[in-house]
């Protein structure tokens, strides 16, 4: 499988303080890759310094075109759909406004009306909630909100912040059910930081373990399980 992003050499921090330290990784095209770590390991800032929110430097290409150089929104227009830590919905307005904030980069309307009934295929609760003020949904119903405004960026790669963070177990296995669904049905390429590793494993294809903004091990999702320091530190077996 080629890759669709590739990261060389990637630094990247805030003011003066470097927090990744020269990361080399590739996310497949149609494939899921998992960022694992502990809290401080740099994943959040690997994610921020993909969309171009914070100081980076190095390599990134996207489809072959370098995007280490541009700018957040043309990023977005270039299909990097970015679910960030804590969700960020927009909790005075509604659902359907949330996500008509995701589609704000696409001049096509019916593609939009048309992609907003297949999400709601994924995700029939937020249907159902359609006028709802976001800021009076679930912790689970906002998860599946913000996935599903940045999937309406009809995203070449999907990247996912912690989505099981502070959710309930089954809400947890029901999301990363519809995570794997959509990168199957969809060939969509999802990288995604989580610091439930096991979970991240039973849905990534690769792996790659993040300590002190340094990729310390790689591999196949199954050779990751198996690593005697995985499975120690972040497996519990």
Known sequence: MPALLEVRGLTA????????????????????????????????????????????????TLGGARIDRTATEDIVRLGVGHVPDGRG??????????????AYTRRDRAGVAADMERLFGYFPRLKERIRQQAGTLSGGEQQMLA???????????????????????LIVQDIFHILRRINTEERMSILVVEQNASLALDLADHAYLLETGRIVISGTAAEIRQDETVRRSYLGY
């Open 89 to 102: 919905t927009f909790m005075e307005l509604t659902v359907e406004e949330n996500l008509r904030l995701g």
């Open 147 to 169: 996935i599903s405004r940045a999937l309406l960026v009809k995203p070449q790669l999907l990247l996912l912040d912690e989505p099981s963070f502070g959710l309930a177990p």
């Open 13 to 60: 921090g805030y003011g003066e303080t470097n927090v990744l330290h020269g990361l080399d990784f590739a996310v497949e095209e149609g494939g899921v890759t998992a960022l694992l770590g502990a809290n401080g390991a740099g994943k959040t800032t690997t994610l921020r310094a993909l969309c171009g929110t914070i100081r980076r430097a190095g390599e990134m």
